[in-house]
């Protein structure tokens, strides 16, 4: 059975850090993904790495500020989040897939459940 489960989401102040991590199981993936849904929003993309962990992709509302890596060992994709905004606030998903990088939300077929990140300002 494939699971992916995220942590490490909560509350911080404007201009902390968190590291969300997404374990995988079950099999490996060629791409993992985060996306984020704000409430009242749409899920949008946030990034997407490769199984071998370069080039990962970002959404131009994050670049420069979160940096997501993976631990092939243990089938884990990590989220570095700095200078955290309260425009970030949202739950965030885990996703993955067996083709390669995409921004495209209906290219992912296993998700996580979410975790919530909240900035306050």
């Known amino acids: 059975q494939v699971q992916l489960v995220e942590s490490g989401g909560g509350l911080v102040q404007a201009g902390a850090s968190l590291r969300l991590s997404c374990a995988a199981s079950?099999?490996?993936?060629?791409?993992m993904g985060w996306f984020r849904q704000a409430p009242g929003k749409e899920r949008e993309f946030v990034s997407a790495?490769?199984?071998?962990?370069?080039?990962?992709y970002y959404a131009d509302s994050v670049k420069g500020r979160f940096t997501c890596y993976r631990d092939s060992a243990k089938n884990t994709q990590y989220l570095q989040m700095n200078s955290l905004k309260s425009e970030d606030t949202a739950v965030y998903y885990c996703a993955a897939r067996t083709g390669g990088l995409s921004n495209n939300i209906r290219d992912y077929s296993y998700w996580g459940q979410g975790t919530q990140v909240t900035v306050s300002s």
């Open positions: 790495i490769s199984c071998i962990g370069r080039n990962p």
């Open positions: 079950g099999r490996t993936f060629s791409t």
